[in-house]
């Protein structure tokens, strides 16, 4: 345990104003979507925009960067599908999708991982391409449920939060591991949240 604490200690010590940022907004970002409001949205592009100018400018992550960009894009359709993406316009209530289409979400996600890992393999320097696929292949199908409201996104979420963490902390990488700790607790009460909030407008 000390040990743990003194590597989180350690690399908070070496974390830039950048860092930070980018972590502090996108916590309010996903602390946001987890109470469904709709300008959790901006947060995430503000998050993403830093976080790709850190890729770009910085870290020389351009796969990374050129994912962020598309998450900023994905945070633009994300505002408007939830403020007008609902019937006649008004904003876009919670819905839950048939099993049948999670398995084509999840065969989806086995052949992106597939390529991605392949692609992560031959042309960039991870350790572990086909893990560091998953992620990012259930990140960018778990994100186009979110902006459509799906309900289950949280359990993708979850799921995806639980790996990385294991990743990071396989790593040393201890503080990102514990913020994907807390991702994955936002995204559990995310879950909860919307399930009430789901059965509530069900009645109506």
Known sequence: MEHFLSLIAEQIQTQTWLDGAITVTALIYVWLAAKEKVWCWAW?????SLWAWADFARYNLWVD???QIFYVGMGAWGLYAWRFGGAGKKELSI?????????????AGAVLTLLLGLVFDRYT??????P?????????????????????NWLYWIAIDALAILLFAARDAVLIAFVMAV??????????????????QSEQ
Do not use: Q
Request: aromatic share 16%; charged share 15%; glycine share 4%.
């Open 44 to 48: 995430g592009i503000v998050s993403c």
């Open 65 to 67: 960067g050129i994912l």
């Open 95 to 107: 819905r839950r999708l048939p099993w049948s289409s999670h398995l084509r979400i999840l065969a």
């Open 125 to 130: 320097p991870t350790s572990l391409p086909y």
């Open 132 to 152: 560091d696929a998953f992620i990012t292949a259930f990140s960018i199908l778990s994100t186009f449920l979110t902006v459509r409201k799906v309900l289950e």
């Open 183 to 200: 991702y994955a607790i936002i995204a559990i009460f995310g879950f909860i949240t919307w399930r009430r909030r789901f059965a509530a």
